[in-house]
């Protein structure tokens, strides 16, 4: 009996040590992920302070054409311009609610305290402020130039380079592949390595052709 198991266990370690044979590590498929799936850059556009448009040629402020002109009131839901613009905003379904009236430059506090649209995020404050504290500590929303809180060059996007303020429910996202967990690839189209066939978790060295001892 004593010899028939260290036969049994010397089989054993010889099957480990060179491999079943029919081991098979299932790899995922190959994915692409598109550059603009993982762009750093601001969903949005956003169009200055105050915002400009070209029209004719010109640079056109909102006032460029307000300040000549008295609008009606909204009770009366008609627009004869700005038609794009569906307002879906929960609640907050009139324009004066965040534009100044009296300078269409201007975004409006409420107290009637007016603000310029580089300080968009003050008035998303004022309805939204458990997202504002989470955006002003970096939980919530976007930032680029460091990871360091203090750091001169480090800026967090607007409220509105991600949210359309019109429309500021934000489309669902679906998420990236996993990385992989064995030997993954780090790029971007996620390269499959070459492993050992006799051992699928022993890489090969591309250049080599020989198993490495390194798992």
């Not at 504002?132 to 929303?141: A, E, F, K, L, N």
């Not at 992989?180 to 996620?190: P, Q």
Request: aromatic share 6%.
């Amino acid at each position: 009996m004593r010899i028939f198991i260290t036969t049994l266990f010397l089989l054993l370690t010889a099957w480990f040590a060179l491999g079943s044979g029919s081991g098979h590590l299932h790899r995922p498929e190959r994915v692409s992920i598109a550059p603009k799936d993982i762009d750093r850059d601001a969903a949005r556009t956003i169009m200055g302070d105050p915002p400009v448009s070209i029209m004719g040629g010109q640079s056109m402020s909102c006032d460029s054409c307000h300040g000549i002109f008295e609008s009606g009131l909204e009770e009366a839901e008609v627009r004869n311009q700005h038609l794009e613009i569906k307002l879906e905003h929960g609640l907050n379904a009139r324009c004066y609610n965040c534009h100044s009236r009296e300078n269409r430059n201007m975004l409006i506090l409420p107290g009637k305290v007016e603000i310029g649209f580089s300080q968009v995020q003050q008035l998303c404050a004022s309805c939204h402020g458990p997202t504002y504290r989470d955006w002003s500590t970096g939980v919530h929303g976007k930032s680029r130039g460091s990871w360091d809180m203090d750091a001169p060059e480090r800026r967090l996007m607007l409220c509105t380079e991600c949210h359309d303020p019109h429309h500021p429910a934000f489309r669902p996202l679906a998420p990236l592949p996993a990385p992989r967990s064995i030997h993954g690839g780090s790029d971007n189209t996620l390269q499959t390595p070459h492993f050992d066939q006799r051992n699928p978790l022993r890489r090969r060295h591309p250049s080599a052709g020989s198993s490495s001892s390194k798992p």
